[in-house]
């Protein structure tokens, strides 16, 4: 049975509306801090086009106010749909105000779905301030790989974290190391860190690893270093995923 969901998230950010704009508003601000690699058309009833691998996700833009407000909205059959609302409110000095409201219709297992949604947020919300706050002016290279159904008889989230070269517990705020098999170690902070959620901020770049519905565990990552092969390293990501949770 589908239901109908209204979430809604709000943000104290210390940049100008016009950086966050260009962050929520255009693609390559998107792919700095969001999920997969985005293109927006920069006018009011063009296409917002999300796009997860190979597979795109087409939605239009209902709203476009510069430095104001931007809203966009997709539609699936029947009754479903998906929409978007990123308003901003300008504070001058003392930065700005970013609110979101996610509205749509969830199917069956809304519940759980909608609670994914939201602890999601929370993390992209977070990866928003700190791209804004350590990268600022500066677009990424965007990473996404996933590998859905990968639970098994240890749990998906040990299995990923032995995976990483992380030993015990890490805590936000803890310098961590993560050694992949088959890429250079990466040197960082754990600038989030929740149940099925851990981000790791290095000096180029956002490094995010979650574990979502049905032990889909996705790898989003936004590099801001010259000369990185996106689609090589994405690929690369993919390959790793399959050997740990082949």
Partial sequence: MS???????EIELKAGAELVWDAVATGPGLNS?????????????????????????????????????????????????????????DRGQRGSVLRLVQTGVLGEGWKEEYEALNRGWDMYLHTLDQYLTHFPGQFALVVFAARPQAG???????????????EGEVVQGDRVRLTPEGFEPVEGVADYVAPGFLGVRSGDGLYRFVQGLHDTVLVGHHIFADGADPAKTEQAWQEWLGKVFG
């Fill in 3 to 9: 239901h109908r969901f209204e979430l809604r998230k």
């Fill in 33 to 89: 801090w969001y999920l997969g690699r985005n293109e927006i058309e920069p006018r009011e009833g063009g296409k917002a086009v999300q796009f997860f691998g190979d597979f795109p996700v087409e939605a239009t833009i209902t709203a476009w106010e510069p430095r104001k407000r931007f809203a966009y909205r997709g539609e699936g059959e029947g009754e479903m749909f998906m929409a978007f609302e990123f308003e901003i409110e």
């Fill in 152 to 166: 098994g008889e240890e749990p998906v989230w040990t299995r990923l974290h032995r995976a990483l070269g992380l």
